[in-house]
């Protein structure tokens, strides 16, 4: 009778436990559009906008703190941009755009530690035709 009872919390927990993220990735997934939206209109009206009354200096300001605030949102979103180059004599990048498929906790802890120490991570990718 106690097991029954056990599993019974058990499962209610891992339910609630369940539904707390799935509210938590529908107000994730809300979030981000919505950025999406402020984001489109501060990089084009507003920027026009303190352009003509302040100057580009100004403009890139505003351009930089907005590029701030969507790497967090890249956080939200699992996104990583990536630059390529097809040799070393190109002087172009090809830009790759690369979503995560696993969540952030799912990394190794080694992983996680160089990000910490070097605030970045930094991988050189060979790759053959």
């Known amino acids: 009778m106690l097991d029954r009872v056990i599993s019974g919390v058990k499962r209610a927990f891992w339910f609630f436990v369940d539904t707390i993220k799935s509210i938590g990735r529908f ?11 402020i984001r489109t209109w501060l990089d084009n009206t507003a920027a026009d906008f303190v352009e003509r009354e302040l ?22 979103r699992n996104f990583t941009v990536v630059y390529l180059k097809d040799n ?14 696993a969540d952030y906790y799912t990394i190794d802890d080694e992983i996680l530690e ?8 930094v991988r050189t990718l060979e790759y053959r035709k």
């Open 114 to 121: 160089e990000i910490k120490k070097n605030k970045k991570l």
């Open 27 to 37: 107000i994730a997934k809300k979030l981000v559009s919505f950025w999406e939206k």
């Open 55 to 76: 100057g580009y200096p100004a403009r890139d300001k505003l351009h930089r703190a907005t590029t701030t605030i969507d790497r967090g949102v890249d956080v939200i």
């Open 88 to 101: 070393d004599l190109d002087t172009t990048y090809d830009k790759v755009t690369m979503e995560a498929k």
